[in-house]
């Protein structure tokens, strides 16, 4: 065999000689192995895997290499079909129809009739949601594993004194997963995407019960106490709910002729509740300034959670940074990671003032006759979730009773790119 045929590729289980194909040690000085074709009529012996592979390039070597790979394609004869997952295709701004479009969010679309399974593999494709899919999946989890610590030490059963914290923390185990959700499936249809995002702001609405629930029972200024406000302060947390869910909910019609007028209801929605429920902390810290508390643990993380639901909602509002480079922030670092980030970065240090307002103020409250009724945590929780629930089912009808008339139909460049 002359020398630029020779490719010493292999050593192994089947680097035997012989007369028929294979690779064969012997050649030069030790250091490579030989290849001995087949004889006429013989098939290719192809050596087994079964120890490692050294290659080593010799003359006429990058051509020996090409037909190895082939041959060992042929040898090992893998199920491509199972290895080889097609993941969604996924579109530019302009394949899809208007209600899919995001401000300064360029590529990176998913199809906008994708299956719920084209959904679920999304989560795990790079597209300009799967980061708004998993910054509210992960800190479920999160949130679930503080909620099962506190179900350890805490009595949630018989002891009143912690319903209200039961409510809060089943809903900000909600609130992230419900959203997760929504991102996840709201390419399936037009129709989907705003009923999707329905649930996701009914969650959001009833966080902002779970946050009054909470604060009314533990945060609530000690002169403040048993006053109106107090008494009032969850049926009128209930109230908010239902305008919070209806006007968000409603801001989805105004979305495409008046897209202004949509954010501006949308934004007022959500921070209407959490100013009505922020009013007592913000009593307490005024106090504070003023030189009538002690700096305490819980004080500060309300502190540090105060900023962050600020900057949540600048984040929100503005959609900054990809409104100054549109199709730059597509998969990484738009406004609503950041958003989702920082809201949930907010919930935890909110989590952690209420936590430290319940056990320091205990005995006070207690003392105070301000402890939780059933009605007033977990009754006004399942009103709420009703009450709804029913919003949600009054916006979601017409889009499912007559889904092509009440919802952006898909363009037909999208579609098409579906079928290819
Ligand atoms: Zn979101």
New binding site residues.
């Given amino acids: 065999m002359p020398d630029t045929r020779v490719f010493p590729v292999w050593r192994g289980g089947g680097a035997s000689g012989g007369g028929g194909g294979g690779w064969s040690q012997g050649w030069g000085w030790g250091r490579c192995l030989r290849w001995e074709p087949a004889g006429p009529g013989e098939g290719a012996q192809v050596p087994a895997f079964d120890c490692p592979v050294w290659l080593v390039l010799c003359r006429g070597g990058r051509a020996r290499l090409r037909e190895v790979c082939q041959r060992g394609r042929g040898a090992i004869r893998l199920p491509t079909d199972m290895l080889s997952i097609k993941l969604p295709q996924l579109f530019d701004i302009h394949q899809v129809p208007k209600v899919f479009r995001e401000d300064g969010i360029i590529s990176g679309y998913r199809h906008p009739r994708s299956s719920a399974m084209d959904c679920l593999l999304s989560s795990f494709q790079m597209n300009n949601e799967t980061v ?1 899919i998993w910054t ?1 999946f992960l800190p479920t989890w999160y949130f679930l594993w503080r909620f099962s610590v506190l179900c350890s030490t805490l009595n949630f059963l018989t002891d009143s004194y912690t319903w209200p914290l039961l409510v809060y923390m089943l809903l900000i185990c909600v609130y992230p997963f419900t ?1 997760s959700c ?2 996840t499936f709201s390419t399936m249809s037009p129709e989907s995407r705003h009923i999707c995002y329905f649930f ?1 702001y009914g969650a959001l609405s009833l966080y902002s019960l779970g946050c009054a629930i909470s604060y009314g029972s533990y945060v609530m200024p000690d002169c403040w106490v048993n006053t109106w406000l107090h008494q009032h302060f969850v049926p009128i947390a209930i109230g908010n709910t239902l305008l919070c869910t209806s006007l968000s909910c409603y801001s989805r019609f105004l979305e495409l002729q008046f897209p202004h007028r949509s954010k501006v209801v949308r934004t007022g929605a959500f921070v209407f509740p959490f100013l009505f429920d922020t009013v007592p902390l913000f009593y307490r810290l005024l106090l504070c300034c003023g030189g009538n508390c002690s700096p305490s643990e819980a004080l500060s993380s309300h502190c540090y959670h105060l900023l962050f639901a600020f900057l949540t909602c600048f984040l929100f509002a503005s959609h900054l940074p990809e409104r100054l480079a549109p199709g730059r922030f597509d998969y990484f670092g738009h406004s ?1 990671q950041l ?2 980030i920082s809201a949930v970065v907010g919930t935890h240090f909110q989590m952690e003032g209420v936590i430290a307002d319940m056990t320091s103020r205990r005995a006070w409250l207690m003392a105070h006759g301000a402890l939780p009724s059933f009605l007033g945590t977990i009754g006004a929780l399942a009103i709420s979730l009703v009450l709804n629930l029913g919003i949600i089912g009054i916006f979601s009808a017409p889009l499912l009773g007559n889904p092509h008339q009440s919802a952006n139909q898909p363009q037909a460049s999208a579609c098409e790119c579906k079928e290819q």
């Fill in positions: 708004n509210h959203s929504a991102h996701d609503h958003f989702h």
